[in-house]
């Protein structure tokens, strides 16, 4: 596929709030789009967005919306393409996570993770396609997890909902090629956003700066490293050396896996967030 360039061009996000984001807002519009538009449910949360966007000398469109619902995917859609007069790449970048061991959740936490991160991708999915199959050329970028491609233990709702992902990331891909559609798949580690103090669970007392003490990477470094891939029409993004590691040599080894996974990473994970049982 030939590259993507953002000269002219409409680039939607959402999740654009804060965080990875509002990084991803920034710098597609450092970079020369054409126009951003930004969403998100915390409507003066995206205005301040929209103050950052404004800086890099683009006005940005901003559009109140709730992944969850499919209706209000293909509202944001409609505003891109009636504001701007296209719509040429889809960043996928909403979610949030339900932390705790399984026997602590029911099955409505593992819905609600599904809903999010998985259907809410979905929506904007089938929102934009009708579009990008019109004009023969798109760009969605899914915001997916390490853990969507290397489960770790006290995260099973979460884990379920990325892995649903990843299937559907993997599956599609090549379909989309087909009609000059590209598909990334973008699977960060953890990031110093605030996405910690979003984290829901019953059993676990998760700091604020669980991004810090694990070492994790800025929202701006991540949106730089996913712009210049989206450009490139890559097809995967993982982040951090040891992340890569984990995920290519996972598949080797059951045994080694699961040993590494129950007596080294559960219980130093499990110390971090206080939760009393996997922290020994």
Known sequence: MAAFDLEGKTIVITGASSGIGRALAVEFADKGAGHVVISGRNTGALDETAQLVKQKGIEPVCFAADVTSQDEMHALVNEALEKTGGLHAMVLCAGYEIMGAAEN???????????????????????????????????????????????????SAYCASKFALTGFTDSIRCEMALHNINVLGVYPGFVKTNFQKNIESPDCNVPDDL??????????????????????????????????????????????????????????????????????
Request: glycine share 12%.
């Open 105 to 155: 959740l029911d099955v409505d936490a593992y819905r609600r993770q599904m809903e999010t991160n998985f259907f809410g991708v979905l929506h904007g999915f089938y929102a934009a396609l009708p579009h990008f199959l019109e004009q023969g050329r798109g760009e969605f970028v899914f915001f997916n997890s390490a853990v969507g491609k290397l489960a770790a233990g006290l995260n």
């Open 211 to 280: 991004a810090r003490k694990l070492m994790g990477q800025t929202p701006e470094h991540v949106a730089k490293k996913v712009v210049k891939a989206c450009c490139k029409r890559k097809g995967e993004l993982i982040f951090t050396f040891s992340a890569n590691l984990g995920i290519r040599l996972a598949p080797l080894s059951f045994y080694m896996t699961e040993f590494a996974r129950a007596k080294i990473a559960l219980p130093y994970f499990g110390t971090l967030v206080g939760h009393k049982g996997a922290g020994g």
